[in-house]
């Protein structure tokens, strides 16, 4: 059975930073490509980064260009996300995500292309 683990969140103040880590533990499995989803209090799961390691590309919500940044190791199944600037819009909780699927380079921001999940790390941001 496979694992991923998310740490690194917390409560911080508007404008701090934070860094999620992500890493899988259990049976070994290769991924194409990792992702971080967030959820919000009465709202749905919305992607927020992926990094696909055939290409190196990696994407990002619209709304965190710029300030989130993806990066990971992938012979070691495990994924960052470095969160600068943090608003208040950005609290929620963030889960960490594994694609076993070479299709992941087509639709990274689809959270049916992942197989494995974490079980989320809470991000609190307070202005």
């Known amino acids: 059975q496979v694992q991923l683990v998310e740490s690194g969140g917390g409560l911080v103040q508007a404008g701090d930073s934070l860094r999620l880590s992500c890493a899988a533990s259990?049976?070994?499995?290769?991924?194409?490509?990792m992702g971080w989803f967030r959820q919000a209090p009465g709202k749905e799961r919305e992607f927020v980064a992926a990094?696909?390691?055939?290409?190196?590309?990696?994407y990002y919500l619209n709304s965190v260009k710029g300030r989130f940044t993806i990066s990971g190791d992938n012979a070691k199944n495990t994924v960052y996300l470095q969160m600068n600037s943090l608003k208040p819009e950005d609290t929620a909780v963030y889960y960490c995500?594994?694609?076993?699927?070479?299709?992941?380079?087509?639709?990274?921001?689809?959270?049916?292309?992942?197989?494995?999940w974490g079980q989320g790390t809470q991000v609190t941001v307070s202005s």
């Open positions: 990094v696909v390691w055939t290409s190196g590309s990696t």
């Open positions: 259990g049976r070994t499995f290769s991924s194409y490509g």
């Open positions: 995500a594994a694609s076993t699927r070479s299709t992941v380079v087509s639709a990274p921001s689809t959270h049916r292309i992942y197989d494995y």
